[in-house]
């Protein structure tokens, strides 16, 4: 199992075009600088601990979002 770092999650979300970004108490998915990604009206994700999900986990909430648009 890979290590869960902003990093790794990021690799794996920038091929949809998103970023994931940390707020106060959350993180959140947001589009890339120059991606035609639309912004997702519940990025959101309410977790203090991003090592709580495998990286493919968190690209699996990405997959979902997108799936929910």
């Known amino acids: ?5 902003l990093e790794a999650v990021n ?3 920038a091929t949809y075009g ?4 940390k707020g106060t108490g959350y993180f959140y998915f947001y589009p890339l600088p ?3 990604s639309p912004l997702l009206d519940d990025s959101m994700v309410m977790t203090c601990q ?3 999900w495998t990286p493919e986990q ?3 909430e990405l997959i979902f ?3 929910s648009m």
């Open 50 to 52: 991003l090592g709580g």
């Open 11 to 13: 690799k794996l979300a």
């Open 65 to 67: 979002k997108l799936e």
């Open 34 to 36: 120059g991606s035609t």
């Open 18 to 21: 998103y970023e994931l970004v």
């Open 1 to 5: 199992m890979r290590r869960t770092t």
């Open 58 to 60: 968190w690209e699996a």
